[in-house]
């Protein structure tokens, strides 16, 4: 990503003032507490650190970092912030259909914790993960309800090296009661807590769609707007009703996220052991990342230079414009913006050979538990 001109930066900064006008979507009708812009400016799909409004605006691909790819390293999805600062909260359905079989003489909630037992062995320590259940509370009846649709627990709080206590987590409960989605959602947020700077993600298992009265899709947009940016992904298991499909879907766009469709065991483990692949091809791009440090860093430098350039122009069309709130919260997404690519290229520049060599430290320990699961 180069310099602009004054020419374009002016035009730029119109464009991106016109927001959904002129190429921008918010992604759905803005809550009150929302913030004055659309979503595009608080995405950032693949972890470089400019918003998908601003890259779209200078004709960058929001979806792929520039940098890793002139480095000459193949791309991986969000790059390689998504192992620097990277938290992963697993939520599981424990409600009562998950007593139901997944082909065979296994059952669902069997199936779900080995996957989910096998995604966690296959992941490097580094990339923090917590866990939280809901449904193991109550019952599946209505004397039982209430207390099941509040039963939503923090069973692992989000850091590093969850496999050394997630075996003894999966033994603390059992599939019993209702389907609170929305409550999962919403209590979610506090997981994220004093996270705010980093890479942020939910990986949802769900059997269902919510019983219990609330708004999953209205929860996860909350969530992805509240400041910590937390992107969900939804993996429907067992889901036999179209509908039901559209539904679940529905939670994962409202955040950014993806839909998986599992309809069995086999299925559901071939989608947790993409995951553990997709990790894999992450810390592959940041050692060749790390081989190329100069590069990649002059490189991250100017792009985040361009993009400060384009939202200085867009704060001042705003200004202009009378959108007094638009430009404050431009002017906050920039100064934050530059904030961390500070932080980030002197990380990079002080630590990425030791990060890299524990990385692979943490990749072989990884593939052992792996190996030792599948013997």
């Not at 595009?40 to 929001?62: F, I, N, R, S």
């Not at 991986?76 to 007593?99: F, H, P, Q």
């Not at 075996?167 to 209590?187: C, H, N, S, V």
Request: charged fraction near 25%; glycine fraction near 10%; aromatic fraction near 4%.
């Amino acid at each position: 990503m180069h310099a602009i001109t004054h020419r374009r930066r002016i035009a730029i900064g119109t464009c991106l003032l016109m927001l959904a006008g002129c190429g921008g979507s918010d992604g759905g009708s803005a809550a009150p507490e929302q913030r004055a812009l659309p979503a595009g400016w608080y995405e950032d799909p693949d972890g470089d650190l400019v918003a998908t409004a601003v890259e779209d605006q200078l004709g960058t691909d929001p979806h792929s970092d520039a940098c890793v790819r002139e480095a000459g390293c193949a791309s991986a999805g969000r790059g390689v912030s998504a192992i620097e600062k990277s938290n992963t909260l697993l939520i599981l359905d424990s409600s009562g259909s998950m007593k139901g079989s997944a082909g065979g003489a296994t059952t669902k909630m069997a199936a779900a914790k080995r996957a989910l037992r096998r995604y966690v062995a296959g992941t490097p320590d580094s990339m923090a993960l917590g866990f939280m259940v809901y449904g193991h509370k109550g019952s599946n009846g209505p004397s039982g309800k209430a207390r099941s649709c509040a039963g939503v627990e923090l069973l692992q709080p989000i850091a590093p090296a969850a496999s050394r206590r997630f075996a003894a987590t999966l033994r603390r409960f059992r599939p019993i009661g209702y389907t609170p989605l929305a409550a999962a959602l919403r209590k979610a947020r506090s997981a994220f807590d004093g996270k705010q700077d980093d890479v942020n993600r939910i990986i949802l298992v769900t059997d269902g769609v919510e019983t219990c009265g609330g708004d999953p899709v209205a929860e996860a947009r909350r969530l992805k707007r509240a400041g910590i940016h937390v992107m969900t992904d939804v993996v429907g298991f067992d889901i036999g009703d179209p509908r039901a499909a559209r539904r679940l879907r529905a939670i994962a766009e409202a955040s950014g996220g993806t839909y998986s469709d599992a309809r069995n065991a086999e299925s559901l483990y071939g989608v947790l052991d993409d995951e553990i692949a997709h990790n894999a091809e992450l810390i592959t791009q940041y050692l060749c990342v790390t081989a190329s440090g100069s590069t990649v860093s002059l490189c991250r430098e100017g792009a985040v230079g361009s993009a400060s350039i384009a939202m200085d122009a867009a704060s001042s069309s705003a200004s202009l414009a009378g959108r007094d709130a638009q430009a404050r919260e431009i002017d906050r997404l920039r100064k934050a913006m530059e904030a961390a690519g500070t932080r980030r290229d002197a990380a990079f520049d002080r630590e990425s050979e030791a990060v890299a060599k524990r990385l692979q430290r943490e990749v072989d320990a990884s593939r052992r538990r792996l190996d030792a699961l599948d013997r």
